[in-house]
């Protein structure tokens, strides 16, 4: 007999998502059999766009979220490059990355102590408050001494957030919400002063990564090796790339690839299609590549659940994120899995960090930062970058000098997608099929899955309305 779970709204997560799983006995053990994820808040940024100058799209979408503004800036930057036809100088390259770098680790650390760990630890003596209180409880939770280490590292990782937050301000001139990125590069230069700000942070924050959050890590990785064999998903992963290497962006730290049926590929962003059949816009936002995309609400659409559109790669369902990154680049192959997720994220915690000191020697004080371009009348750009969670485009299309059209598909628009027009499940809700539940009043197997792709709908849908209470239709 089919039980139907609905874990309505999941916390840990950056804005509002809903799951719903049914589950079924097999062999014994009750597990989930169909998932649906949904966003359960309309995403307007492309028509907040419409009209504006294409100058103000760096500082526009970057509150479409306050964990990976910087990467929204990034891609709104170069997107706007791509339409101006310029190319910033090598100083305003690297701080852009600093920058970005600076944001990655942050999420990093936020999303391995404070949004996953607590599925793993039982905290009962340690934080016996809110927000760690009520809690689910599980047989397998981490106890004891362990326990008592890994929520030492939870409050340290606070104050190292807080210092990736700092670093990354030296500069952006501010965080979350940058000022310094702009299209031809950065507004701030290099300077002495504030290379020897930058340096000793970024020193302390790689001491926290290769004495603490490494062996918290494998820690958690031995006392669940069961994780490994469990959320696997569609297996398909995907990556825009980040962090150039060189002034034409051909090369970067972290490529651009894809991986599908067990074989590496390039990506052509000109097969991405955003199909809507179980999302709440009308059948013409449907089957469109995002340069021509359409945002255009169908409130209580039949048989929609889900404000995100599903993003499709030749039609495939595609994972992103650090998994996906480290998967092409050939820095982490061991497997696709919740723990694997988790496991890659923290392993590329390192590599941006460790990047990032020679990115610093490489500055020249006192060399330019930015390259200046008049704005065409006329033009079609698109930027390609990663956001913590994954892989982020920005698409814009400008006529008469302003915005005639925007589009956004964020990392969580292809993880936490719904079903698309062909009936596949969405990434989330593939590696959430076969999962077992041992308890339906704590289901710690179902969060573990949906947070190991640190999923944020606060990227993926959006509504305002102020000074209304209006009410959204039912998810499901």
Same mark, same amino acid.
């Not at 807080?162 to 500069?171: C, D, E, G, I, N």
């Not at 006529?399 to 990434?427: C, F, H, L, M």
């Given at each position: 007999?089919?039980?139907?779970?609905?874990?309505?709204?999941?916390?840990?997560?950056?804005?509002?998502?809903?799951?719903?799983?049914?589950?079924?006995?097999?062999?014994?053990?009750?597990?989930?059999?169909?998932?649906?994820?949904?966003?359960?808040?309309?995403?307007?940024?492309?028509?907040?766009?419409?009209?504006?100058?294409?100058?103000?799209?760096?500082?526009?979408?970057?509150?479409?979220?306050?964990?990976?503004?910087?990467?929204?800036? %990034?891609? +709104?930057?170069? @997107?706007?490059?791509? !339409?101006?036809?310029?190319?910033?100088?090598?100083? #305003? /390259?690297?701080?852009? $990355?600093?920058?970005?770098?600076?944001?990655?680790?942050?999420?990093?650390?936020?999303?391995?102590?404070?949004?996953?760990?607590?599925?793993?630890?039982?905290?009962?003596?340690?934080?016996?408050?809110?927000?760690?209180?009520?809690?689910?409880?599980?047989?397998?939770?981490?106890?004891?001494?362990?326990?008592?280490?890994?929520?030492?590292?939870?409050?340290?990782?606070?104050?190292?957030?807080?210092?990736?937050?700092?670093?990354?301000?030296?500069?952006?001139?501010?965080?979350?919400?940058?000022?310094?990125?702009?299209?031809?590069?950065?507004?701030?230069?290099?300077?002495?002063?504030?290379?020897?700000?930058?340096?000793?942070?970024?020193?302390?924050?790689?001491?926290?990564?290769?004495?603490? %959050?490494? +062996?918290?890590? @494998?820690?958690?990785? !031995?006392?669940?090796?069961?994780?490994?064999?469990? #959320? /696997?998903?569609?297996? $398909?992963?995907?990556?825009?790339?980040?962090?150039?290497?060189?002034?034409?962006?051909?090369?970067?730290?972290?490529?651009?690839?894809?991986?599908?049926?067990?074989?590496?590929?390039?990506?052509?962003?000109?097969?991405?299609?955003?199909?809507?059949?179980?999302?709440?816009?009308?059948?013409?936002?449907?089957?469109?590549?995002?340069?021509?995309?359409?945002?255009?609400?169908?409130?209580?659409?039949?048989?929609?659940?889900?404000?995100?559109?599903?993003?499709?790669?030749?039609?495939?369902?595609?994972?992103?994120?650090?998994?996906?990154?480290?998967?092409?680049?050939?820095?982490?192959?061991?497997?696709?899995?919740?723990?694997?997720?988790?496991?890659?994220?923290?392993?590329?915690?390192?590599?941006?960090?460790?990047?990032? @000191?020679?990115?610093?020697?490489?500055?020249?004080?006192?060399?330019?930062?930015?390259?200046?371009?008049?704005?065409?009348?006329?033009?079609?750009?698109?930027?390609?970058?990663?956001?913590?969670?994954?892989?982020?485009?920005?698409?814009?299309?400008?006529?008469?000098?302003?915005?005639?059209?925007?589009?956004?598909?964020?990392?969580?628009?292809?993880?936490?997608?719904?079903?698309?027009?062909?009936?596949?499940?969405?990434?989330?809700?593939?590696?959430?099929?076969?999962?077992?539940?041992?308890?339906?009043?704590?289901?710690?197997?179902?969060?573990?899955?949906?947070?190991?792709?640190?999923?944020?709908?606060?990227?993926?849908?959006?509504?305002?309305?102020?000074?209304?209470?209006?009410?959204?239709?039912?998810?499901?």
């Amino acid at each position: 007999m089919a039980t139907q779970l609905k874990i309505n709204p999941v916390t840990r997560v950056e804005g509002h998502l809903e799951v719903d799983v049914t589950i079924e006995k097999a062999g014994g053990k009750d597990q989930v059999v169909e998932a649906r994820v949904a966003g359960p808040m309309f995403r307007g940024f492309e028509t907040i766009m419409t009209g504006r100058d294409p100058r103000d799209a760096v500082h526009y979408t970057q509150r479409i979220c306050g964990v990976c503004p910087v990467s929204h800036a %990034m891609a +709104a930057s170069l @997107a706007l490059e791509d !339409a101006f036809g310029v190319t910033p100088p090598p100083n #305003g /390259r690297i701080i852009r $990355n600093l920058v970005l770098g600076a944001n990655f680790i942050q999420s990093h650390i936020i999303h391995f102590y404070h949004l996953a760990l607590p599925d793993y630890i039982d905290t009962t003596g340690l934080l016996d408050m809110s927000p760690w209180k009520p809690r689910f409880q599980a047989a397998d939770l981490i106890r004891g001494p362990l326990a008592a280490q890994l929520v030492g590292s939870y409050v340290q990782a606070l104050a190292v957030r807080r210092t990736a937050h700092q670093m990354a301000a030296v500069y952006s001139g501010r965080i979350p919400g940058v000022a310094n990125f702009t299209a031809g590069g950065s507004t701030e230069r290099a300077t002495r002063g504030s290379v020897s700000t930058f340096r000793p942070l970024l020193d302390e924050i790689r001491a926290f990564i290769d004495t603490t %959050m490494l +062996a918290d890590a @494998a820690a958690i990785a !031995a006392a669940f090796p069961q994780d490994s064999e469990l #959320g /696997r998903g569609p297996g $398909n992963l995907l990556a825009y790339g980040v962090f150039d290497l060189n002034d034409d962006g051909s090369s970067k730290l972290l490529g651009r690839g894809r991986y599908a049926g067990g074989a590496e590929g390039a990506v052509d962003a000109g097969l991405i299609r955003e199909y809507v059949a179980h999302s709440w816009f009308t059948p013409e936002s449907g089957g469109l590549h995002p340069s021509d995309g359409v945002t255009e609400p169908a409130i209580g659409k039949d048989g929609a659940y889900s404000w995100v559109k599903a993003p499709r790669y030749e039609d495939g369902v595609y994972e992103l994120g650090p998994l996906a990154r480290m998967w092409v680049n050939g820095d982490y192959r061991r497997g696709i899995s919740s723990m694997d997720r988790i496991l890659a994220r923290v392993q590329e915690t390192k590599k941006v960090a460790d990047a990032m @000191a020679g990115w610093l020697d490489e500055l020249v004080l006192g060399d330019p930062v930015y390259t200046h371009a008049e704005t065409p009348q006329s033009a079609l750009g698109v930027g390609l970058t990663e956001a913590p969670r994954g892989a982020l485009g920005h698409w814009v299309r400008i006529e008469q000098g302003k915005i005639a059209r925007y589009q956004v598909i964020t990392p969580t628009a292809w993880n936490g997608s719904p079903r698309d027009d062909g009936g596949q499940a969405g990434a989330i809700e593939q590696a959430l099929i076969g999962v077992p539940v041992s308890d339906m009043r704590s289901p710690l197997e179902v969060l573990r899955v949906v947070h190991s792709f640190d999923p944020c709908l606060a990227c993926a849908v959006h509504m305002v309305r102020p000074g209304t209470r209006a009410q959204r239709p039912a998810a499901l």
